[in-house]
Structures are given as C-alpha cells and as structure tokens.
C-alpha cells in the first residue's frame, strides 16, 4: 500500500532531482502539472555571507503550491521531494537537514549513501524518506537503516545510474519488500509508466525528459541536445565524476574529447563540496539517460506531463483490450 502523500497522483509518477537543472520553476510546474516534482538540496547555493537560498526556495514552492491549491481545489498540486547527497563530501549536510526539517518537506530524497539520523529527521516533520538504490544488497540496507521506500535506479538512466536491468531489479526487491517502490531509468513515455507498474514498482520516476522544459536550468544547446539526440547517443564513464554515469555524446565531443576512448577514474574522485572540479564536469559535459528518444521538443513541463497523462490512458486502454 503506497503512504496516502503519493496515492493521489494524477499519474504514477515522480519527477527526478537532477543537480544543476531541478529548481524552483521546475518543481513547481511540476507539482502544479500533477506529478511529485523534485530538487537536489545542492542546487541551492547561495554567495559566502547570504541567507540560505535552500530555505528560500522552500518558502517559495510552499507559497506557490498553496496558492495554486486554494485557486484549483479540483486539482491540487502533487507533493513535492527534497533530494539529500548523503555523501561524506557534503559538507551542507547537517544544516540542510535543518531547514527542510523546518519546513516540514513530505518526501526526502537520499542518495549516495543510506543514514539512520536523515530518515529519522524526515520522520521526525511528518515525512516520508526514499533512498535510491543500484542493487538489491543496498536496497535491503536502506530498509534496514530506516528508509520507508526505495527507488530502483536500473541500466539507462541518467546521472549516476546503474547497471542491473530493471526487470531483474525489482524483481528481487519485491520478493521481501512490499513497501513504497519506484522505478528509475530510460522511463520516458506513458507506457513505460505503465510497464514500470506491470513489472512491480508503484512509480515512475522521471529525470532526462524534464531536462527539455521550459522550466529546467539548462543551456538551450543541452535542451536542444536532448531533443536531437537517442539512446546511441548516450555513454556510460566514470570519468567525470568518479562513478560510472550516462552522458551524451556530442557534449563530450564538443568538449574536445573522444566518448569511445574515455577512460575510468577512481571514486575517490567524487566530491559534492562544491569543488571547481565537480562543477565543471557537469556544466560542460552533459547527463541524460537512454530514454530521450521520445522526446521531440523543447516544451513547457505541463505539457510534457499531459503527453505523459495521455499516452498512460491510452496504454491501459490498449492493454485491457488485448
Ligand atoms: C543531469 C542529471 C543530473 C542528476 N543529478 C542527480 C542528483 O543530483 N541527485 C540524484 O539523486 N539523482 C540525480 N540524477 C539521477 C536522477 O535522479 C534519476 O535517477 C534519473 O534521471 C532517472 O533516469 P532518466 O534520466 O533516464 O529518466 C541526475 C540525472 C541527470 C540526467
């Protein structure tokens, strides 16, 4: 049984938090369009000295939300998801937990790393904690560190993803786990959703596609990029970031660099401290996970939303009629 803040979708979907490009616009077209939308707590840097812009961001989506609620009690907004980077390079960590702590956030997202003290602060406000897992063996350790649901991160996805197919996934996860359970990876179209349903997991969960909205923080050469390019287009490299992730290919190239000729780096490189390093890496060479197929246009995320809507509709439809 879902927890009630993600029973009442329009669709069962959730928009992934993608670093960089998942703000404040975003999420909010998000929510408003019915779908869970989320943001990296990351993404929201403020300059040495400033108030935090975390806590601002949140006061904003709350207000916006509110308003859109009490102007369409027809359609209220869907719930919206704080994405933590539970890794021991976030130096932002603690205080981050903090604010959305204060601002009673309903769904906390973490990733990279599964701590007892992060599930229990989303506990603590009211929330409801998903941890993103690559493997059976971490999602059975996410459970047992408190986490209510799990987010199976499959082969194909975009940022860091892994490499296990998703059938074989969450196969194993819904043999013991009957809780919360979405499904991340290439999921790009409305019947994929409904796929990602037939297989077991309750939700979709839903990155690359949104990277082409009107509302992303993204470079229009890497919305464009995304709409021009397919699931051939997209590599998968440690080099970046430490970890193995999905990039396209022509941002690579563009970057002066071969995409069939990279070569590996260690994980020690990995680092959310907001190094030079790191930032780089992501503002020039560009994520995306293999689904982007689908998508043919830079447009607004409602709209993207309502072809997600129809297309899932229309999937049901053909499927009951087989
Ligand atoms: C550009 C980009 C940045 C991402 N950044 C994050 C991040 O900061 N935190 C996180 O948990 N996941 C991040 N992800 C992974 C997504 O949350 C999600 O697992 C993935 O986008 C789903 O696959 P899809 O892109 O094929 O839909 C990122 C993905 C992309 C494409």
């Known amino acids: 049984m879902l927890p009630p803040i993600l029973a009442n979708l329009r669709i069962p979907a959730m928009a992934s938090p993608m670093f960089i490009v998942s703000g404040p616009d975003l999420v909010i077209a998000q929510c408003k369009a019915g779908i869970v939308g989320s943001f990296p707590a990351l993404n929201a840097r403020e300059k040495d000295g400033d108030p935090p812009l975390l806590d601002i961001w949140l006061t904003r989506i709350e207000e916006e939300l509110d308003r859109h609620n009490q102007a369409n009690p027809d359609r209220p ?98 043999e013991w786990f009957d809780g919360p359970l979405l499904l ?25 596609p949104f ?21 051939e287009d997209i ?24 995409p069939a000729a990279l070569s590996g780096a260690d994980s020690s490189a990995m680092d959310f401290g907001g190094g030079a390093a790191k ?20 447009q607004p995320a409602a709209e993207l939303v309502d072809r997600l809507a129809a297309e899932y509709a229309e999937a049901k439809q053909a499927l009951a009629a087989l």
């Open 235 to 258: 590599v998968n490299s440690s080099l970046f970031t430490g970890i193995h992730g999905n990039y396209l290919a022509p941002s690579i190239r563009n970057a002066g660099m071969d």
């Open 77 to 174: 907004a869907a719930p919206f998801a704080v994405n933590q980077i539970v890794h021991r390079s976030n130096a932002r960590l603690e205080r981050d937990i903090e604010i959305c702590h204060k601002h009673r956030v309903p769904i906390w997202i973490t990733s990279l790393g599964a701590r007892p003290e992060v599930n229990a602060a989303a506990h603590d406000c009211g929330g409801i904690a998903l941890h993103d897992v690559i493997t059976n063996t971490f999602a059975k350790k996410a459970i047992e560190k408190g986490a209510d649901g799990l987010i199976a991160v499959a082969a194909g996805a975009g940022g860091h993803a892994g490499q296990q197919s998703p059938f074989a996934l969450i196969h194993e996860i819904r």
């Open 279 to 298: 930032a780089k890496a992501w503002s020039q060479i560009w994520g995306s996970g293999q689904g982007i197929g689908a998508v043919r246009a830079v």
């Open 211 to 231: 990277i082409a909205t009107a509302e992303a923080n993204a470079q229009a050469e890497y919305k464009q990029m995304i709409v021009d390019s397919g699931a």
């Open 184 to 208: 991340s990876g290439a999921i790009s179209t409305g019947r994929a959703i409904l796929a990602a349903q037939a297989m077991g997991a309750d939700l979709a969960y839903i990155g690359s």
